[in-house]
Each structure stands twice: as structure tokens, then as C-alpha cells.
């Protein structure tokens, strides 16, 4: 064929591909592989990570309502509403034959310090949330049966002001803890409770 007065020649079809042309197409390939790989994993940890924080945020969620719960029913009893509202530390308990909160301690539980740089402080075998027939439970005395979970519970019960003041103040901070994948997390709620009634 004749270009611009040179006769250039044409090569007829290319046939098969250059090693370099193959090796560029297969490291694209992987490349793009493994960042779909990467994406999903990163997809399903955090998705664990998320459930995790759910539940805990909802545990502790629970143990402020368990303070409040029975401070209720104390004004609806006619009793003084800080009857069985233990301050220091406690944990709560279902009772399923009464169906009722209360809140318990002993002196493991009292001695335990709250560290949110060191959230494990609050691992105690009494501190444990337990799994039994789907309901998360918390026990002094673990009953056979129960599956223990990677939570910790522990509610924080303060007097602001005295029983004595006329806008007496409970501060109630709940700590929820648990390990996943070596590392300890830690998510609380508060709320500050008066005798409104």
C-alpha cells in the first residue's frame, strides 16, 4: 500500500497476544479481584462490629429503664422511690416467676472500678450477661442452662443531692462492655432520676 509516495507494509491479522499485553491483563484482573474481596470483608466485619454495639447499646439502654422501672412502681406503691434503688454499683435482675426488676450486688460487684480507658475492669463472672431462652439475663448465681455472652453489665447508681433536699437527684450511668476480635469496647447511657411525684 502506498502512504504519502512510501509504500509502507500492513501487517495482516495480529494473531495471539504478547506475553507483556497478557501480564498487564492478568495483574488488572487480580488487582480488581482483590479489592472486591477486600470491600465484602471489610462489609461483613463492620456489619459484625455494628450488631455487636446494637445490642449493647440496648443493654445498657435496659439497665437505666430497670432503675427507672422500679422507681415507678414505688411512687404507684406508695412507697419512698428510692426503696431498693441501691447505690454504688449493681447489676438487674429478671425475676420470671415474679416478673419483676430488682437490683443486686455483692462485693465483687461494689469493689469493681469503672475505667473507660480499661473498659475489661468490669469483667466479673457476676457482671456476665447471660442468653437464656432468647432473653439477655444478668444473675448472681449463674443456672445451668444460660449461655454466656461476650457482654458486661454494670449500672452505676449516684445521689447528686441528699434524700433530704426537695429536688433530690439519682444519677444512673450504665456501663456495657464486651471483647471482639481482641479488643475491648465500652458504650454507656445516663440519666439522672428525680422524685417528680
Given at each position: 500500500m502506498k502512504i504519502g509516495g512510501k509504500f509502507v507494509k500492513i501487517r495482516e491479522k495480529q494473531k495471539g497476544l504478547s506475553l507483556i499485553e497478557m501480564t498487564i491483563a492478568i495483574a488488572i484482573l487480580v488487582v480488581a479481584l482483590l479489592s472486591a474481596l477486600i470491600l465484602a470483608t471489610f462489609g461483613l466485619v463492620a456489619?459484625?462490629?455494628?450488631?455487636?454495639?446494637?445490642v449493647a447499646i440496648n443493654l445498657a439502654r435496659e439497665g437505666v429503664e430497670v432503675v427507672r422501672?422500679?422507681?415507678?412502681?414505688?411512687w404507684l406503691a406508695g412507697n419512698d422511690w428510692t426503696?431498693?434503688?441501691?447505690?454504688g454499683n449493681s447489676?438487674?435482675?429478671?425475676?420470671?416467676?415474679?416478673?419483676?426488676?430488682t437490683l443486686g450486688t455483692n462485693s465483687s460487684i461494689s469493689n469493681l472500678v469503672i475505667d473507660p480507658e480499661k473498659p475489661e475492669t468490669?469483667?466479673?463472672?457476676?457482671?456476665?450477661?447471660?442468653?437464656?431462652?432468647?432473653?439477655?439475663v444478668q444473675r448472681l448465681?449463674?443456672?445451668?442452662?444460660?449461655?454466656?455472652?461476650?457482654?458486661?453489665?454494670?449500672?452505676?447508681?449516684?445521689e447528686i443531692t441528699s434524700k433530704i433536699s426537695p429536688d433530690h437527684e439519682?444519677?444512673?450511668t450504665?456501663?456495657?462492655?464486651?471483647?471482639?476480635?481482641g479488643r475491648w469496647h465500652l458504650v454507656n447511657v445516663e440519666d439522672h432520676l428525680f422524685n417528680w411525684y
Open positions: 456489619g459484625g462490629e455494628s450488631q455487636m454495639r446494637v422501672n422500679i422507681r415507678d412502681s414505688n426503696k431498693d434503688i441501691i447505690t447489676i438487674s435482675i429478671f425475676n420470671v416467676t415474679n416478673n419483676n426488676w468490669i469483667q466479673d463472672a457476676s457482671t456476665q450477661v447471660l442468653k437464656a431462652d432468647e432473653l439477655y448465681l449463674h443456672v445451668p442452662g444460660e449461655i454466656k455472652t461476650n457482654f458486661y453489665r454494670l449500672i452505676k447508681i449516684v439519682l444519677k444512673v450504665c456501663y456495657v462492655v464486651w471483647e471482639e476480635r
